[in-house]
């Protein structure tokens, strides 16, 4: 399997590609491995969505999976913090040509990030029971569920932790390919343990997160190459220990990232719980759509990532007009597949509800996601041109753009939006839908106005 991604991806002409040569062909070459593990995740959350929804006829397994993936983000935003400090650093220290700085980087960080992911579990996991009823509210019928789920789910944290800085090294290196591999077995064994433990087990939603848990065992054969693999940039002993100067450097990166993860992961827990004030109905129309609208996000999503190693390493190299012309690059390509992908979601929205809502026993849920899949459709081009923005402020190391970008939708537009029309008005649950179309639209024109002000072309490292 591994030969059959390497002859279609070829890592060596992809590296070369980072560094100089024709943009466009570089970054649709390095971020098509990142677009494929997307979609690859992305089938994985549909299959999962959808063999929840045949443990009963209701809808409640959906939306008490629901409730519970922003607290869960909000574990994993640690190890997205790091792992964007490890592209960050990588990239521009490849760029500079200094591998043995590299390498101390990937031996701090994997350091950090399995004491971090011991500790962020065992909180997860203590808190469930809480943290669950308050969200849940009047709901009731989603409560055990929930906390089941996500005390299940805690338990992946230290493992997942240290591949997302594996994953980090590569794409740091240019090489979006081999973790690609890994996550695509990982992610085809969850497939095909969601139906035995949810059904056949008769497990239900703890059955589905009993199987994410057990397919990330894979992760482990990545993670023992990472300390091996002298070769590539490697985790060596003698830097496993901490050293403040790498510490400061590394906090500097990923702490806004952090902050900007958590805070969006916690306002999501606050979105979802003013949605469930419409109802449970209403909470799993917006899953179910957000669901959907995933695998149109994926490509976009891919290059924004692909263009942080292109700005990573252009700037680690003082080569700053390659990193705008990366930006502009990327965002053209951005924008027109999310111009098609519009046209394409809001004609097959139905068809693509029907997937997980019955039309005829739940037609209300039904029309309700449908009709919630045509905002998010007119989303996508602001949503590009956003994972540019964050591309380019977390390539370059100036991850406090990426904060306040990341943090401004959501705490300063979107919310406000909707706390205002659901405790102080009448009007229906379409603000919802509108307040993500606007919150987007408006932040993408203040993310624009800080990329022209030119300040994270400077140096980290």
Same mark, same amino acid.
């Given at each position: ?7 279609? @991806? ?21 971020? +098509? ?33 629901? %409730? ?34 590299? *390498? ?17 579990? #065992? ?7 809480? /943290? ?17 789920? +996500?005390?299940?789910?805690? %338990? ?27 996550? =695509? ?80 992961? %916690?306002?999501?827990? =606050? ?18 759509? !957000?669901?959907?609208?995933?695998? @149109?996000?994926?490509? /976009? ?71 919630? +899949?045509? @905002? ?11 994972? *540019? ?22 705490? #300063?537009?979107? %919310? ?9 008005? !009448? ?9 993500? +179309? ?24």
């Amino acid at each position: 399997m591994k030969k059959i991604f390497r002859k279609f @991806f070829n890592i060596k002409q992809n590296k070369e590609l980072i560094k100089s040569g024709n943009l466009y062909k570089g970054i649709i070459l390095v971020s +098509l491995p990142l677009m494929l593990s997307n979609f690859i995740h992305t089938v994985y959350n549909l299959a999962d969505t959808f063999w929840v929804t045949k443990i009963s006829d209701t809808s409640f397994e959906v939306a008490s999976v629901s %409730l519970v993936f922003p607290i869960i983000m909000l574990m994993l935003t640690i190890g997205m913090g790091l792992s964007v400090s490890a592209t960050t650093m990588i990239s521009q220290y490849i760029g500079a040509d200094d591998k043995e700085n590299a *390498n101390k980087v990937v031996s701090q960080l994997v350091l950090v990030s399995l004491v971090l992911g011991i500790v962020m579990g #065992a909180i997860l996991y203590t808190i469930a029971d809480p /943290v669950v009823r308050l969200m849940a509210g009047s709901e009731t019928v989603l409560i055990q569920n929930s906390i089941d789920y +996500l005390r299940v789910i805690s %338990l992946q944290a230290p493992l997942f932790f240290v591949f997302m800085i594996y994953q980090s090294s590569k794409q740091g290196q240019g090489d979006t390919i081999t973790p690609l591999f890994y996550t =695509f077995i990982g992610n085809i064994l969850n497939i095909v343990l969601d139906p035995y433990f949810i059904l056949t087990l008769g497990m239900g939603v703890k059955g589905a997160a009993i199987a994410t848990v057990l397919a990330k065992a894979i992760f482990i054969i990545p993670i023992i190459k990472l300390f091996t693999d002298k070769s590539s940039i490697h985790v060596d002993l003698k830097y496993i220990k901490p050293q403040w100067d790498f510490m400061q450097k590394i906090i500097k990166i990923s702490f806004p990232v952090m902050i900007a993860q958590s805070m969006s992961s %916690l306002g999501f827990a =606050f979105l979802n719980t003013f949605i469930n004030s419409y109802g449970a109905t209403v909470l799993t129309a917006f899953s179910v759509g !957000n669901r959907v609208t995933s695998v @149109f996000m994926m490509p /976009v999503m891919g290059m924004g990532g692909a263009l942080a190693t292109f700005v990573g390493v252009a700037v680690g190299a003082d080569n700053i007009k390659r990193a705008k012309d990366a930006f502009k690059v990327s965002t053209v390509l951005s924008v027109s597949m999310g111009v098609l992908f519009t046209f394409l979601l809001i004609i097959l929205r139905f068809k693509a509800t029907a997937i997980f809502i019955n039309p005829v026993s739940d037609a209300y849920t039904f029309a309700l996601s449908s009709e919630y +899949l045509i @905002f998010v459709a007119l989303c996508l081009v602001p949503m590009g041109i956003f994972q *540019n923005l964050q591309g380019v402020f977390n390539g370059s190391g100036h991850t406090k753009y990426s904060l306040f970008i990341a943090i401004g939708r959501l705490w #300063a537009i979107r %919310l406000p939006i909707i706390w205002y029309a659901s405790t102080m008005t !009448n009007l229906g649950h379409q603000i919802i839908w509108w307040a993500m +179309l606007v919150s987007n639209v408006i932040i993408v024109t203040v993310g624009l106005g800080i990329y022209k002000k030119g300040k994270w072309e400077q140096k980290v490292i």
